[in-house]
């Protein structure tokens, strides 16, 4: 075809290039948008932002389950581009033709409180667990072994002073002016079951928070700004001790939450313990259990995809007692 004599020949060399961020680009069908969006000008559905919302409600993404993906939907959204005639001025006929892009945002962030506008849900879809697994969760007793799973998974309660008992034990250390000088608790890594089912990637941290609360059992503020920041938090750790590159255990320090019981009389709360992506982030949302009912769980453990098993405290297979679930506490004597 030949080219317009008229038109200004521009050379794209000379031109500074147009830099996007790394992300997914895919073409969107025209037509669903041209119906949908286009066609719809001058009626109900575009009147408000309200009625567009009951009409437009959303966009549905999909992956396999060998593909793991972690979306900033902050910086997602839909352009459309279209071309439209419009007329100079009500006194001049002249027409024009135009381009525009418009732009629909799947969630923003509020400029000054970083609050999210929008609503984004995950479903997760998994395979039911084995009958072993599935029979030895929420018995009510405590636990040969402890089965933890992100995404749509599963996490373990501890209750370190347990209602038999219990109180007499937070009792003995207090009369005995007990000056705590550091608590952990030591995890087991199962490593038979794991090797049975070959080769895992094992979480590199564990995340131990109060249920009552939702808060890490770990102070921020204990912490010098430049280990918090690179994720070393030294009054927690968490971190996966290995041998030959493969998991032995868990260690997590609750000194300043043993504390919080004995000086500071603080509840004497439920622990929940799960898999985590950044230890640094403990923030939870609203999710639905096997139940049906809903429960607060930890972002950076919905959006994990591994898992592991621990021995618990109980009933552990002949010659692993020495892998069963400890409560360390050591401590000087005041006089």
Do not use: C
Not at 117 to 137: D, H, L, Q, R
Not at 138 to 162: P, R, V
Not at 239 to 258: A, D, F, M, P, R
């Amino acid at each position: 075809q030949e080219d317009d004599p008229e038109t200004e020949d521009v050379d794209e060399s000379e031109e500074a290039p147009t830099r996007l961020a790394p992300g997914i680009r895919v073409k969107l069908n025209n037509a669903f948008f041209q119906e949908n969006i286009l066609d719809k000008e001058g009626a109900s559905e575009l009147l408000s932002q309200a009625n567009f919302s009951e009409f437009f409600r959303g966009v549905h993404l999909s992956v396999p389950d060998d593909i793991l993906l972690l979306l900033d939907l902050t910086q997602g959204n839909i352009t459309i581009n279209y071309n439209y005639k419009s007329v100079t001025s009500s006194t001049d006929s002249t027409v024009i033709d135009n381009e525009r892009d418009f732009v629909l945002y799947f969630i923003r962030r509020d400029s000054s409180t970083g609050t999210a506008i929008g609503n984004a849900v995950n479903s997760f879809v998994n395979e039911a667990y084995p009958a072993e697994i599935e029979n030895s969760m929420d018995t009510g007793e405590n636990a040969s072994k402890i089965y933890l799973k992100g995404g749509a998974g599963s996490y373990a309660q501890i209750k370190l002073f347990d209602e038999s008992g219990g109180a007499e034990i937070i009792n003995q250390i207090k009369q005995g002016n007990w000056i705590i000088n550091e608590a952990n608790l030591v995890f087991y890594v199962d490593r038979s079951t794991l090797d049975a089912a070959g080769t895992q990637i094992e979480p590199s941290k564990l995340y131990l928070y109060k249920d009552n609360t939702n808060t890490s059992v770990y102070n921020q503020f204990l912490e010098t700004e430049q280990d918090f920041s690179d994720g070393n938090i030294t009054n927690y750790d968490g971190g996966l001790n290995e041998e030959n590159g493969k998991g032995q255990s868990y260690k997590v320090k609750i000194t300043n939450h043993i504390n919080d019981i004995i000086v500071r009389d603080s509840t004497n709360a439920t622990l929940n313990l799960t898999v985590t992506s950044d230890i640094r982030i403990t923030a939870t949302n609203k999710a639905m259990m096997a139940n049906g009912e809903e429960d607060n769980i930890p972002v950076m453990s919905t959006v994990n995809p591994l898992g592991t098993v621990l021995y618990g405290s109980n009933n552990l297979p002949s010659g692993m007692e020495d892998k069963k679930l400890k409560l360390e506490i050591f401590y000087t004597k005041a006089n």
